[in-house]
């Protein structure tokens, strides 16, 4: 199911990620990798707190605050990590996230993406739970293991250990 939303970001990036002259060519995959991650991690962090219907909520509409708060994120994650000026990152922000969003919408709903996309088997991975109010369980399942994988791929592991946590983290400022 995490694929389906990696590919589904890749094809919805295109225009705003790929063939924009101001993303470096060598920064790509980190931009569409950390849009899936700023994506998921609003999400899980909502389910974790039994909030699952602010997800319908943003799913539905680009001026939602939580679709605005993962736009902010990601466009300040990628001026961040990857260099790319404010306006740019904001430009890739407001086009990009609204646009998956919508069609994660679409695809729970059975249309939309055409694929069998469903927001409720990617917030039952984050592990557990449903857009009807399931709380599911994170204690380090699921997501965890996603954060790692994503991350490993992608040279965020800067102490070797094997996973991505706050150690990582504090070795990226020094």
Same mark, same amino acid.
């Given at each position: 199911?995490?694929? !389906? =939303? @990696?590919?589904?970001?890749?094809?919805?990036?295109?225009q705003?990620?790929?063939?924009?002259p101001?993303v /470096?060519? %060598?920064?790509?995959?980190?931009?569409i990798?950390?849009?899936?991650? #700023?994506i998921?991690?609003t999400?899980?962090?909502l !389910?974790?707190?039994?909030? @699952?219907?602010?997800?319908? %909520?943003?799913l539905?509409?680009?001026?939602h /605050?939580v #679709?605005q708060?993962i736009?902010?994120?990601f466009a300040?994650?990628?001026?961040? $990590?990857f260099?790319i000026?404010?306006? @740019?990152a904001a430009?890739?922000?407001?086009? =990009?996230?609204?646009?998956? +969003?919508?069609?994660?919408?679409g695809?729970q709903?059975?249309?939309?993406?055409?694929?069998? &996309?469903n927001?409720?088997?990617?917030l039952?991975? =984050?592990g557990?739970?449903?857009?009807?109010g399931? +709380?599911?369980? =994170?204690?380090g399942?699921?997501?965890?293991? #996603?954060?790692n994988?994503?991350?490993?791929?992608f040279? +965020?592991?800067k102490?070797?250990?094997?996973?991505v946590?706050l150690?990582?983290? #504090? $070795?990226? &400022?020094?």
């Amino acid at each position: 199911m995490l694929e !389906q =939303l @990696t590919q589904l970001i890749q094809q919805s990036g295109l225009q705003s990620v790929i063939n924009n002259p101001e993303v /470096p060519n %060598e920064h790509n995959d980190g931009v569409i990798a950390e849009a899936q991650n #700023t994506i998921l991690s609003t999400f899980s962090q909502l !389910q974790a707190n039994g909030e @699952t219907q602010q997800v319908n %909520e943003a799913l539905e509409s680009a001026d939602h /605050p939580v #679709t605005q708060n993962i736009q902010q994120n990601f466009a300040g994650n990628i001026m961040e $990590k990857f260099g790319i000026n404010g306006s @740019t990152a904001a430009s890739i922000a407001a086009v =990009l996230i609204p646009t998956v +969003l919508n069609a994660m919408k679409g695809g729970q709903q059975g249309g939309g993406a055409g694929n069998g &996309f469903n927001i409720q088997d990617i917030l039952s991975s =984050l592990g557990g739970g449903n857009l009807a109010g399931g +709380l599911g369980n =994170l204690g380090g399942g699921n997501i965890q293991n #996603t954060i790692n994988n994503i991350g490993g791929k992608f040279g +965020l592991d800067k102490d070797g250990d094997g996973d991505v946590d706050l150690n990582d983290l #504090t $070795k990226m &400022f020094r």
